[in-house]
C-alpha cells in the first residue's frame, strides 16, 4: 500500500508514519465491579443527554448543524427530593389507601427509586414500579401526550399508576394495587391528593 | 444542513452494518440524498452486499491519492443513495489504513467535500474503539450506539459512551448521541427482556425503535440486498428500520425531542 499521504519514506519516520507516539498510559482505572460499570454507564448515558439538551446552538463560522437539535430522551433521572418529605408520604400513602382501599401503595421518584411505601416490600414495589413507569412513557408516546394516570387490569387485581409533578421539574409515580380497577370519582379524588406534592406541601 | 451520523458499537456482530445499510435505504426511500461511507477494514457493507472483496474503489483508493473522490464514489439503483466503500485494501494494510484514516482532518475534508451533495452522511465503523471509530466520532454531528440485548452488550456500554464523551470533550463539541438502538431483541426470553428493562429504565436516550432477532436478515444477507429490498411484501423488519428512519428524521430535522415536545396551537 503506498504511504498516507501526509507520511514520510524513510526508517526513521516510520514511528511518525504510524502515527503512534510515546505518551504515558493513562492511569488504570479503580477495580469495578459489573454492578459499578453498569452504573458508570448509566450516569453517563445521562450525563451526556443532559449536556446535549442544555447546548446552546453552534455559533462556529465553519459549516456544521445549528441547531436546536435538542436531544430526544427521557428525563434525567438524578433522585431529587420530593417535595413533602418522608413524613408527609406516609400521611398521603395513609390518606390514598383509606380512599381507594388499595391493599398497596407506593411511590417512586422518576428514576424508579423508591420513595415511599405501604403493603409491598421495597424490592417488589422497584420491580414491579419500574416496568410500570416504562409502560407509562410508551403510552405517552403512543398518544403523543402526557398521560395523568393507567390502569392494568390483571383480573384478580388492578394495577392503577398515577404520574404527578414533584417540584422543579421531576415528577414522580404513585402505583396503588387494588381488587378493580378505580371508579373515575375516585381516580379525580386521588389526582387531587397528589397536588400537594408539586406545591411541596406537607400534610 | 447535511447530517453527519456515525453507526458505533464496542462489541463486534451486534448488527452496525446490518443498521447502517438498511437504515441508509430508508432514508432514501424517504426522499433523502444518503451517502453510506464504508469504514470498516472488512468491508463489512460490501460483503453485505455481496460483493468481492476487491469489486468497488473507495475510501482506500481516496486515502493513497491513487482516485480523487468522485471516482471513489458508487452509485447505486436507489436513485437517493450513494455508496463510498472500504475501497480494495489488502489486509495486511489495515493499520496503515486507520493510521491514514485517523490523521487529523484527513476524514474531515473528505466530509465537507461531500457534503454539499448529501443530506445524511452515514458512516459505518468496526467494532471498537479504535482509529477508524475515533476518526469518525470526531468528524460528525451523531453517534448512533448500536446496542445487541445481551448482557455483555449491556456490560460494555460504558466503554463507548466514555469513548464518544472524550471526543466531545477533546475533539468534537458538536458531537451528540443521536440514540441508543437495541438490536436481536427477544423480548419472550428473559435474558433479553431483562436487558431491555435495564435499557429503558436506566439510560437516557434508548429509541423507541428497535431491532428483533429474525432470520431474514440472514436471508438478506444471502441475496446480497437490503432488507426492503428483498422480493414479496415488506418484512416486519423492514418497516422496523421506516419507523427508525422517522424516528432519527423527527429529531434530526425538526430538532425536538420525544419527551420535550412543547405544546402547539393549530389555529
Redesign the interface.
Known sequence: ???????SSSEDGAVA???LRSVPPRPSPERRT?KD??D???R??????????A?PS?TSAT???????????????APRPLGIGAEGWRTLLAEVVQLTHASSAFALDE??LLVAATGVEKDEAEGLG??L??AF??VD?AV?QPGRSITIDLGPYSLTAFRGGAGAGSTFTLILRSQSALPDATRAAVVGLLQPVQHGSAK | MTQRIAVVSQKGGVGKTTVALNLAVSFAERGRKVLLGDLDPQGAVGLALAKSDTALAGVTEVLTGRAPLEQALTPTKLAGLTLLPRGRLDPADVPSYEQALFAPDVLASMTRALEPRFDVILFDTPAGLGMATRAALTCVDWALVVTQAETLALRSMGQVLRAIEHVRQQQNPRLKVLGFLPTFVELKKDASRAVMDELWTGFAGVLDTMIPRADVFSLASQRGVPLSFLGGPPTPEARRFDQLAAELETQLMTGEAHGARTERQLL
Open positions: 500500500m503506498a504511504p498516507a499521504p501526509n507520511g508514519r504510524s502515527g459489573p460499570d453498569l458508570f454507564a448509566r453517563l448515558s445521562r450525563s451526556l443527554n443532559h449536556q446535549e439538551r447546548a453552534p459549516p456544521g448543524p445549528v441547531g436546536p437539535f435538542s436531544r430526544f430522551g427521557v428525563a434525567p433521572h428514576s424508579g419500574s416496568r413507569i416504562v412513557e410508551h408516546r403523543n
